[in-house]
């Protein structure tokens, strides 16, 4: 069974930066790979998504903010953020797709994930 860790979490000022990442447990023979957050009270949203390839897709609340990288060598998933605000105050959790699909961009919907990490806290004051 794959698991994901998430780290990078942490509390930052408003304008600050965070880099998050996401360690699989094994080499994952999987396709795409995606950031989801969720806000106190909310559903969790699709940030940004990636597949093996490199193509990414981006939530518009991400644009010109974070950028989803990966280093398949060391299994790992990344999210850059910069620029934030109290708005991106959430849980950032990472996921992948187990099954095998094909998409024509990788999905930010969390119906198309099927295995998640515990996720890592993000908390930014103004």
């Known amino acids: 069974e794959v698991q994901l860790v998430e780290s990078g979490g942490g509390s930052v000022q408003s304008g600050g930066s965070l880099r998050l990442s996401c360690v699989a447990s094994?080499?994952?023979?999987?396709?795409?790979r995606v950031w989801f957050r969720q806000l106190p009270g909310k559903k969790r949203g699709g940030v940004a998504a990636?597949?093996?390839?490199?193509?990414?897709n981006y939530a518009d609340c991400a644009e010109g903010r974070f950028t989803i990288s990966q280093d398949a060598a060391k299994n790992t998933l990344f999210l850059q953020m910069i620029k934030l605000n109290p708005d991106h105050t959430a849980m950032y959790y990472c996921?992948?797709?187990?099954?095998?699909?094909?998409?024509?961009?990788?999905?930010?919907?969390?119906?198309?994930?099927?295995?998640w990490g515990q996720g890592t806290q993000v908390s930014v004051a103004s």
């Open positions: 996921a992948t797709d187990t099954r095998v699909r094909t998409y024509i961009r990788p999905p930010l919907d969390p119906y198309f994930y099927d295995t």
């Open positions: 990636i597949n093996r390839y490199g193509r990414s």
């Open positions: 094994e080499f994952l023979f999987t396709t795409y």
